[in-house]
Each structure stands twice: as C-alpha cells, then as structure tokens.
C-alpha cells in the first residue's frame, strides 16, 4: 500500500534503494528506445505535490529539482490543473498563429505589461526556451541589418541550430555539430569566483565589471568585431547551465550602456531565471536593465510546454510568414500560464523564494565551513548552487566529487541536478517550505560527509 502523498513531508522516506524493481523495469525500457539526452539519476516519477514526489516503487522524495526549474508552483499545483481542466472540456489547440482566442490575446497583454520598461511590447508565443531564442535571433536580424551575435562563454541558451550556436556551457553540447550558425563571437563573462583575469570578483567586484567590460570595447569591438555589425548581445540575468553564477552588481548595467552606445539589442535569456526563480518576476529586475527582448519557458506555464520572446513592440515583423509555428500559445499552456501569473500576483510566492534561499545559502555555507571541498555556494532566490573543488586554493573542479554527490543524495531521497562543471544547483518548487529546506540540507549534510569522508 502506499501513502497518500501530502507534499507537506519534511524528510524523505526511502522504502526500498533506488532504483527499485519497478524504476529499474522503466530504466531499462526507456534506455532501449528513448534517445539519449541528460538523464542524471535512475528515478522514475509516479506522482508529486509542492516539492514532494512518489517513485513507482513508493520512495518519497523531495524534489530540488522542480523539473529542471519548471513546477516554479509545486507539481500539481489545484489552481493551474483545474484552469486546464476546465479549458480542455472546451476548446484544446485552435491554431492561435492562425485563428483568434482570449487567453493568448490576453496572456500576451499581462506578459507586456509585466516585462520591465515602459516600452509598448509584443510577444510570440513558443514551445520550448530553445524555440523562445530562436524566435528572438529571427526578431534581431529582421530589425535590423545586422548579422553578427554576441554571447558569453559559459553561456546557456539552448539545443537547437540557432540558439545552440549561442551556447558555450560545455564542449559536447557542440563537438560534431559544427560548423554552428555564422556570427556568434562569445566573450569572457564577469565571473566572480573563476575568471579569465585571476580576479576575486568577490572582493574586487569593480575591478571584474571595468576588466570584462573594457575587454569587449577596447579589444573585441577594436581588433575583430565591429560593433556596429553586432545584432544582439544575448545574456542570462544569471548565468544557469553554466553554474549558477551571479555577475557584481552593476555589469548589466555597464553592458546595456555599451549596447545602447552601439545600437545593439539588449537580449534577457529569463527562461530560467524568469518566473519568481530568483524572487522578482524577472531576474534581469534585480540589475535595473531594460532588455530590448525577452525570452521566457519553463516555470511559465508549471509544467505546460511553452516558451515566448517578448521584444518592443517596434521590432515587430509587421509582415505576415516571417515568423510563425503552429503550436505556439496553444490554448492549454496559455491557460495554465495565466493561472501561474494569477497565483504569483496574489500569493507572497516572492517573498518565500527570498526566505527559503537565504536558508539554503546559509546552511550550505555552514557545511563549506565544515568541508572545504565545497568550494563557493551562490545564487540568488532559489536558484542556488554548491561548487565542488579538488583544492579550495586552486579552485580546480571536481566534477567527480560532484556527480558522487548527486548520486549520493538522490540514494537519500533528495534530488538535485548539476550545473556548470562541478557544481551542483538547488532549485526546489518557489513554494518550498522551511521544514523541507531543513530537510535537503540534512540529507546534502549526510550526503558530503559520505563522499568526503
Ligand atoms: C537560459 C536558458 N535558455 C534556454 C534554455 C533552453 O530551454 P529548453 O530546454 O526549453 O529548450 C535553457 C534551458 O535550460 C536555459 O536555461
């Protein structure tokens, strides 16, 4: 028999080791005919609630995963499930590309509204982060007669051919895909904690700000990009894939100016850091940035596929064809993203994202104190990460400290993903209670002491 699952459950409860009899028969199955993609950990899923989720073989788990950042609400979240409910006894897919409904004219309009700036702004609806990039590199090229595209080393933007050219997280994502779309120069980002200068970016946020900065105007734009060929400059309010990683205050800012100094488009990739994850609507808020475009997916619609660009309205293609898909703001997702704004507009969602994270951070930083092999904790919100190092001194990854901790904590009930090369992100359900937080950190505790020991 197993027991009712009440998302409420503090601790997990590990009946039998993962994977189970059951997990391991999906496993299997799902290895013989499902492609390969990312799989990290042989759980497989029966049920959840909040951050709380059932294996088939009756383990109780607490998830920090939140479906790579997607259930910003909970699994299951009643409000948004019974708004879709109630719209698929109507009308599901009526090709809003083509045909006209309420909830896209209207999602689109609260989307607007909601983005940062007084600017008047459009959105097109997508499927997925990596369609919300493409659309936006279509959005860039067509308002202007530009070519070229800049972006970040360690960036995440993406699989697919366009947005996957702008990504440079790690070298398998683009070994044997080359040669990448044409015009994407990726420069050094304002990493605080490894940076190409050898700066502590913590003590010295300035120094990295003016270094990263003056690279890109006195070498990049003066020795082989010219900036006035440069369409857009895609960005990550923080930086996800790549490891979580939180530039000083004040570079988004330095790097609009140069932007607006050039004429070039000011991209906010907030598919991850959209939707409350960092504790504001929007991660870009927390800089005082006004992006040009917008892209958004996961958390959007809790779990719903569907991703938009949101850009000026002026970028508009204004000419029918040139940029369009067929499932895009379908009526399922567009409902259930509604409900998502509903719920975060009335909820104090944000503020227990702002609670909950500072909880996180600081008993991670109590367990760096007790093992130094945690090299560096960041974050903001529930975005958060623990960086593992072979030497604290030198900083040098420990990518296979790292996966042994993954394991070793999802043995325990606790599930977690990487990110970056050596570094492990915590991004429960923004709904996470304090009694959870309490609990993942216990079995992380456990979990280092094991490896580390
Ligand atoms: C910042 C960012 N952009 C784009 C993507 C791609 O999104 P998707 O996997 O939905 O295509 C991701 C996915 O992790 C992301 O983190």
Redesign the pocket.
Known sequence: MMQSLMGTEARPNIKVPIPGPNAQKIVDKDHEWVATTTKTSPIAGKRGIGSVVEDVDGNILLDFTAG??VVNLGHCHPAVNKAVQEQMASLVHFAGTDFYYEVQAELARRLAEKAPGAKRRKVFYTN??????EAAIKVAKWSADRRQFLAFQGA?????AG?GSLTASKPVQRARFFPTMPGVTHVPYANPYRNVWGIDGYDEPEELVSRTIGYLEDFVFKTHLPPDEVAAFFT?PVQ??GGYIVPPKGFYKRLKGLCEDHGILYVA?????GFGRTGKWFGIEHEEVEPDIM?L??GIANGFPM?ACVFDAELDFGVKGAHSNTYGGNLISCTAALTVMDVLEKEPIFDNVEARGKELKKGLMEIQEDEPRVGDVRGRGLMVCADFVTDPKTKGFDTEGRDKMIEASWKRGLMLLPCGKSGIRFIPPLVVSQEQVEGALEVFRDAVKAVYA
């Open positions: 790579i950042g997925s982060g990596a369609e919300s990039v995440f933007h993406g699989r697919t947005a990550e996800g894939e990739d907030e598919v991850q850091t892209t997916a996961k991703g």
